[in-house]
């Protein structure tokens, strides 16, 4: 059974930084591309980065360019997110999400297994 | 194009069908997959490659797409079936992943 958990969320100071992991099993980690996605509650979803299969192949959304690092860790099966110079509009429930096929780069937006999630609040 | 377009909101009666779109320009080069979220929980993928269902998801959920508008239709809505209901593609230029704004569907 696919299993994803994100930890990492909590309460942080706007300009300040936090690092989100996912721990995953259930699957070969190293073959499947992975994504974070957010959610500011009572919103929709909004996409935030992927990593391929290939972990030097990664893409962000313009609203965390420059801000945000997605990486993995394929000997320990986790997937991070560096979150710098954090503002109230990253507010938002954090998921990681699994992209369904092996070795497919181009329908990594296939999610079939998620995390339950994890809230970063940022707030003074 | 960088957006996906959705109805707000829907509302079927039980037992009728209902159909949701997506619109977006880039449907026409990637496929459409859909999610449903019900409240509180992860979302879940219902229909990828715009027509095929993952296992464990009803036949009375069913995908296609014309042009470039990708639709799911839910035949015989059941009262579990209400909940939100999300398209994602990519973009035009193929680098980004995208989501549509979401359509709230009500089971009456």
């Known amino acids: 059974e696919v299993q994803l958990l994100e930890s990492g969320g909590g309460l942080v100071q706007p300009g300040g930084s936090l690092r989100l992991s996912c721990a995953a099993s259930?699957?070969?980690?190293?073959?499947?591309?992975l994504s974070w996605v957010r959610q500011v509650p009572g919103r929709g979803l909004e996409w935030v980065a992927v990593?391929?299969?290939?972990?030097?192949?990664?893409y962000y959304a313009d609203s965390v360019k420059g801000r945000f690092t997605i990486s993995r860790d394929n000997s320990k099966n986790i997937l991070y997110l560096q979150m710098n110079s954090l503002s109230a509009d990253d507010t938002a429930v954090y998921y990681c999400?699994?992209?369904?096929?092996?070795?497919?780069?181009?329908?990594?937006?296939?999610?079939?297994?998620w995390g339950p999630g994890t809230l970063v609040s940022v707030s003074s | 194009s960088s957006e996906l377009t959705q109805d707000p909101a829907v509302s079927v009666a039980l037992g009728q069908t209902v159909r949701i779109t997506c619109q977006g320009d880039?449907?026409?080069?990637?496929?459409a997959a859909w999610y449903q979220q019900r409240p509180g929980q992860a979302p879940i993928l219902v229909i990828y490659?715009?027509?095929i269902r993952p296992s464990g998801i009803p036949d009375r959920f069913s995908g296609s797409t014309s042009g470039n508008t990708a639709s799911l239709t839910i035949t015989a809505a059941q009262a579990e079936d209400e909940a939100d209901y999300y398209c994602?593609?990519?973009?035009?230029?193929?680098?980004?992943?995208?989501f549509g704004g979401g359509t709230k569907l009500t089971v009456l």
């Open positions: 880039s449907l026409r080069s990637f496929s």
């Open positions: 259930g699957f070969t980690f190293r073959s499947h591309c």
């Open positions: 994602n593609s990519r973009d035009s230029s193929g680098d980004h992943i995208i």
């Open positions: 490659d715009k027509i």
């Open positions: 999400a699994k992209g369904l096929r092996p070795m497919d780069a181009r329908e990594a937006y296939y999610f079939d297994s």
């Open positions: 990593v391929y299969y290939d972990p030097t192949s990664t």
